[in-house]
């Protein structure tokens, strides 16, 4: 951060000068040593109320605290950048980018991906305090270890409450610990959260062993004591604190401490210079690197097992805050770059209210606005109140410690002032485009601003919308009397006592990224200039409060005695808002003209040999930009070569002498427009280009339970695209059966047998890499089967698609229509064509397919008769008996659809034999006898003798209702 300061005197300006060149000149020294620790905590916690923790084993949970220690005062330690690379459990959710549940880092990370995090610290100056240095903290409370801590602890204070008539007290605190494991080291602390009160470190024992307070942590809150083995039966540490009421504090206030210990392995890493340091941790690798080349000295603590005894302040008092902000406001587009202070603006009335507990509760609370003057036009973010002629009440509740009300934005566009602001404002953005060809552009914000009344102070807030770039600050200026607070792409100036007719400039650099958005995108942020008078009042043990503004009274009222802090924010503040711009400049999109050729199988395999494939075109329009497409039209030219379109999905809206036209409308930004077209013939006999089987663990089932199914493809040819299914979630449901899609995943190799991409679970899409002959994906697909009928036979399904794609581009200029013509027969031309300027990226591609559709069967009870087959018998039939489930009929069962499959051979019922229904079994339940020809069978098996083959007879039920059963049955072929 650089500062600036009007200085009147030239001496004076002299002397700052040269005692900045001097610092700068230390500064640019880089440190001798610099100290990198590793902390690894195996953790737990435990409310303030419990005293004691054994050593029987528990849940821990994993803290990373890393430590980088530049002690050396006047030196820089420049570009430090953070990476902590091959992490398995990923602390944030790559779709939402907010951590996982149960996960905490502190800083945030700068960026991440699938596996990696990465900060960028920057220059780290030289401090002799602890927390100037770099602490990064990584918490996982779903990452469990069942140990033992190591020791027991057993924690004690004394006396545990400020009376209320009484502004201090001693308490003394002790902590027991026993270690088990005695060859490590031992820690232990105490410290005060100082909320409510502030502590003071007065005695303690076990000087020898203290390391807090030091010269570079002097703190008074707290102390820590180190012990290094070997380690003695049990410790007794013990201080004393001067514990204080903090100002306006009122009422009895109940006092815990936080006390720590843990056992910690430290392992001292030797010395060596050099810009790059790596370390492994438990979960990942971390990498420092600088541009300088500096002594590291490193230190590792891992594993530590700790745990927390946690504090606890309760004053016994309610305290309250409102906050009340009154303004004359002004919207500015954000093209405007000046307003003079002596310029007449048109301004409104807006005020805000919002109110919250700090401490304690605020029983019953009820806002009453009342003798309101204008009823307002406008409010925004709370519920909708009661109302009357001239005023309006919410009432909430009892509202608990840390609990608040909406904030009330109330805007009065009818109460006008014709004013001046009191100030003057220039505001310059530079540059205001972030151009198609560029993914991060740094943007550059200057405000100056001079105030021309007094008593007021001055406020200046900057930041993005975030919805098509994402704004980082990588530097400001500011005067030097500035305050200034940063949080995230926001960033607030204030100077509580400005001089008149005194320009203050202020410039802010960020770095802006684009999102998931093409095209030209301007950007402006949002920008507040405020000029403020404030005042604070304070209201002690009172069941209501009430304000007076310029449109209404305020009044706050609760069933309990409450401590109110008021802030209240007068009329005379005026605010300007420069108004944001974000927005892509030209609407853009993707075309692509596709064909599959889909062929639906229910086996378990498909060679690659000639198979029968559907025929279908597709084309489709998808809206990436922020702008719409409007009055889009499709137009599909057929080139006369035999190729007629027969059907199409949605239906053409006319056919202009070779061309059908679509005509979509508006495509909006996000959506999706496709055409699907069936072109006759409708079939062609073609080879897929590769072999695809299915095979599951368990195929019958009787009661719920999980499916595993494996499906492989192995390519014949080069794809560059191939894409397999179902997906999560995906559930199969027919009259027999319910199956849910639990898990996938997916691998892919070589036909050497190395691991080529993978494992990696759904949507799997390999576009790139290159899919090349006898490279083999293999899909892990997990299902759970509810049969509706028991028993059932069921094979989950799974779609296999290859395809060649071409790719023609982004075109480089702004276009209306682009021309897509099928690379294998010149058959199909699509233009789209739109009433705006439009970019458009394009591709084809062709895609063979092939579908297993799930197979579910009933399974049926087979017997044929007898269990021995003799082929060389006289017999004419083989007879068998079919019984089905409960619930379904053998008179149902379609006699013409009965096949026995011996061999992989289809036999009919032989429809001169008998039919009939009977008990066969004698078990209650009804079966049909059907007879198949014997010649026929014995013909197909030749000369078989000895072996044991099984019999498959399978039919249908009813409509669309399959069973299938077996029986193993002995061929022999012996003369009779």
């Not at 821990?60 to 530049?70: A, G, S």
């Not at 305050?483 to 607030?492: A, F, G, N, P, S």
């Not at 109110?564 to 711009?581: A, P, Q, Y």
Request: glycine share 6%.
């Amino acid at each position: 951060m650089r500062i600036r300061a009007n200085i009147m005197i030239i001496v004076i300006v002299l002397l700052l000068i040269s005692v900045s060149v001097n610092v700068a000149a230390s500064q640019s020294q880089i440190p001798k040593e610099v100290m990198l620790n590793l902390l690894e905590y195996h953790m737990c916690r435990v409310p303030p109320e419990v005293s004691y923790i054994g050593p029987e084993p528990r849940d821990l949970f994993y803290v990373l605290h890393f430590q980088l220690q530049n002690r050396e005062i006047d030196t820089i330690l420049h570009d430090v950048k953070i990476n902590i690379t091959d992490i398995v459990d990923f602390p944030i959710d790559l779709k939402t980018g907010k951590p996982m549940p149960d996960c905490w880092l502190s800083p945030y990370p700068t960026s991440f991906g699938e596996n990696w995090l990465y900060w960028y610290v920057g220059d780290l100056k030289g401090s002799e305090k602890f927390w100037d240095w770099f602490h990064l903290f990584w918490e996982d409370k779903g990452r469990i270890y069942k140990e033992s801590l190591g020791f027991s602890a057993l924690r004690s204070f004394e006396p545990k409450e400020i009376p209320a008539d009484k502004d201090s007290i001693i308490q003394t605190v002790t902590i027991e610990i026993r270690p088990i494991e005695k060859d490590k080291v031992l820690h232990a602390g105490i410290e005060y959260r100082q909320e409510l009160i502030s502590a003071k470190l007065l005695e303690y024992n076990y000087e020898e062993y203290v390391i807090i307070p030091s010269p570079i942590r002097p703190s008074l809150h707290e102390i820590e004591w180190s012990v290094m083995p070997p380690l003695e039966d049990v410790y007794v540490f013990s201080a004393k604190f001067e514990l204080s009421r903090k100002t306006n504090v009122t009422g009895p206030i109940e006092v815990i401490p936080g006390n720590r210990a843990d056992l910690r392995v430290v392992t001292k890493v030797p010395g060596y210079e050099t810009n790059i340091v790596n370390a492994s941790l438990k979960d990942g690798i971390a990498k420092v690197t600088t541009t300088d080349t500096v002594y590291w000295n490193i230190a590792y603590e891992s594993p530590s097992r700790t745990v927390f005894f946690d504090s606890c302040e309760k004053a016994k008092v309610n305290n309250g805050v409102v906050k009340l902000a009154e303004s004359h406001w002004i919207d500015i587009s954000p093209e405007t770059q000046y307003i003079g202070s002596d310029e007449i603006i048109r301004t409104y009335y807006r005020f805000a209210f919002h109110a919250w507990c700090e401490k304690g509760v605020l029983k019953d609370l009820i806002a009453n606005i009342t003798d309101i003057i204008d009823m307002p036009t406008e409010i925004k973010g709370v519920p909708e109140p009661i109302k009357g002629d001239n005023w309006m009440a919410w009432k909430y509740g009892d509202i608990k410690s840390g609990g608040e009300i909406p904030s009330l934005e109330w805007f009065d566009r009818d109460r006008v002032f014709d004013e001046s602001l009191g100030f003057s404002v220039f505001r310059k953005v530079d540059p205001v485009e972030i151009p198609f060809n560029v993914d991060v552009q740094l943007q550059e914000v200057v405000l100056e601003v001079t105030p021309t009344i007094s008593e007021c102070s001055l406020g200046i807030c900057i930041d993005y919308e975030e919805k098509l770039v994402q704004a980082r600050i990588v530097d400001y200026e500011a005067p030097v009397e500035t305050k200034v607070r940063i949080y995230e792409d926001l960033i607030d100036f204030h100077i509580s006592s400005p001089e008149i007719n005194t320009n203050y400039r202020f410039v802010v650099k960020y770095e802006l990224t684009r999102g998931n958005v093409k095209g030209d995108i301007k950007v402006m942020p949002r920008t507040w200039v405020r000029l403020e008078k404030y005042e604070e009042k304070r209201a002690t043990n009172i069941l209501s409060i009430s304000e007076k503004i310029e449109v209404a009274t305020i009044t706050i009222s609760t069933s309990n005695p409450v401590n109110w802090l008021i802030w209240h924010w007068h009329g005379v503040s005026k605010t300007l808002e420069f108004h944001s711009v974000e927005e892509t400049v030209i609407a853009e999109g993707r075309m692509y003209v596709d064909k599959h050729y889909w062929h639906f199988a229910k086996g378990y395999s498909t060679e690659n040999t000639e198979l029968v494939f559907e025929q279908e075109w597709g084309v489709c329009i998808h809206n990436y930009g922020k702008h719409k497409l409007p009055f889009a039209h499709v137009n599909v030219t057929v080139v006369p070569d035999g190729f007629t379109i027969v059907k199409a999905n949605p239906s053409w809206t006319k056919v202009v002498e070779s061309k059908y036209v679509w005509e979509l409308g508006d495509i909006e930004p996000g959506a999706e427009q496709r055409i699907n077209i069936w072109e006759a013939p409708s079939h062609v006999t073609i080879k897929p280009g590769f072999v695809s089987s299915r095979n599951a663990d368990i195929e019958i089932f009787t009661e719920p339970g999980y499916q595993t199914l494996t499906a492989i493809l192995t390519s014949e040819e080069s794809f560059s695209y191939v894409k397999m299914g179902p997906t999560i979630g995906q559930i199969i449901e027919t009259d027999l059966v319910k199956a849910t899609v639990i898990e996938t995943t997916y691998t892919m190799w070589d036909k050497n047998g190395n691991l080529k991409s993978g494992p990696v679970k759904q949507p799997f899409e390999l576009y790139p890499p290159e899919v090349e002959p006898g490279d083999k994906i293999v899909a892990i697909i997990k299902f759970y089967v509810e049969p509706k009928v028991k028993p059932i036979r069921f094979l989950g399904p799974i779609t296999f698609c290859a395809e060649r794609r071409i790719v023609y581009g982004i075109t480089e200029g702004y276009t209306t229509s682009v021309t897509l013509v099928d690379t294998l027969g010149e058959k199909l031309t699509a233009t789209l064509e739109t009433s705006t300027y439009s970019r458009i990226f394009t591709d084809t591609h062709c895609g063979h397919a092939v579908v297993y559709n799930p197979i579910v069967q009933l399974v049926a009870t087979i017997d044929i008769d007898s269990d021995t087959i003799n082929l060389k018998s006289k017999g004419k039939w083989i007879t068998c008996y079919i019984e089905l489930p409960n619930g379904y009929d053998v008179n149902n069962i379609d006699i013409k659809s009965i096949r026995l499959t011996v061999a992989g051979k289809d036999f009919p019922v032989d429809s001169e034999s008998p039919i009939a229904i009977g008990d066969y079994d004698n078990d209650g339940i009804p079966d049909l006898m059907v007879k198949f020809n014997k010649a026929s069978i014995r013909d197909w098996l030749g000369g078989v003798d000895g072996k044991d083959i099984e019999f498959i007879v399978s039919g249908f039920v009813g409509e669309g209702v399959e069973f299938i059963g077996s029986d193993i049955i002995r061929i022999i072929s012996s003369e009779e």
